[in-house]
């Protein structure tokens, strides 16, 4: 199984333009999310799905879109980089309710906006 | 609103000694305690959970201890070898929705 596979690893990007981080689970989870990290921190949560068509906001939301279209693709969409997007993102996924804590994590994008 | 937050941000330990690294969180209704390794370049791995009405819980050479009076987690590692050396993460999150809440971590690095 490839598990949590994150698309690109890196990407450098300039203030203002849009992309899109690529998320894909392969192990039929319910629940997917996104985190960011930036350096000497820990991870915030800025978007999640507990399933297909279902969406909700984290911590972080701003400046960043997601849907959830398929049970085994979560994209993440920056609308307008800031240099304040420039940070390592991570995708997640889990069984769903009831069966557990176990996230597990993709490889991350580092993602630097100049 | 939630937190979950760490003592220290740096342990370093001899080899072969225990580890222990603690967590303090804010919100008494998670559902889970969770810790988290992360090593350099990779995402978080799970290490070992904790249900809300537990106290106490072991893996493989890990042990997690919840003290719910004082709203306390710790991650005890047993024997501790170069290959723990990463940065852990506790964490809380609910049954009932796919939010995790990290704390900011603790590097642990392993003496020789």
């Known amino acids: 199984n490839a598990g949590v596979t994150q698309t690109p690893k890196f990407q450098v990007l300039k203030t203002g333009q849009s992309m899109t981080l690529q998320c894909a689970q392969d192990m039929n989870h319910e629940y997917m999310s996104w985190y960011r990290q930036d350096p000497g921190m820990g991870l915030r949560l800025i978007h999640y799905?507990?399933?297909?068509?279902?969406?909700d906001q984290g911590e972080v939301p701003n400046g960043y879109n997601v849907s959830r279209s398929t049970t085994e693709d979560f994209p993440l969409r920056l609308l307008s980089a800031a240099p304040s997007q420039t940070s390592v993102y991570f995708c997640?996924?889990?069984?769903?309710?009831?069966?557990?804590?176990?996230?597990?994590f993709g490889q991350g994008t580092r993602l630097t906006v100049v | 609103g939630e937190s979950v937050g760490l003592h220290l941000p740096t342990l370093s330990v001899q080899e072969g000694d225990n580890s222990i690294i603690n967590c303090a969180y804010s919100n008494s209704a998670s559902d889970y305690f969770i810790w988290y390794k992360q090593e350099s370049g990779k995402g978080p791995q799970f290490i070992i959970d904790i249900r809300s009405n537990m106290d106490k819980r072991q893996g493989q050479r890990v042990t997690v201890l919840l003290n719910k009076t004082v709203k306390h987690l710790s991650l005890q590692i047993a024997a501790t070898q170069p290959g723990d050396s990463a940065v852990y993460f506790c964490a809380e999150n609910h049954s009932s929705a796919s939010k995790i809440i990290f704390g900011s971590g603790t590097r642990l690095s392993i003496r020789p």
């Open positions: 997640a996924s889990s069984y769903g309710e009831g069966r557990g804590s176990e996230a597990f």
């Open positions: 799905s507990v399933g297909a068509g279902i969406t």
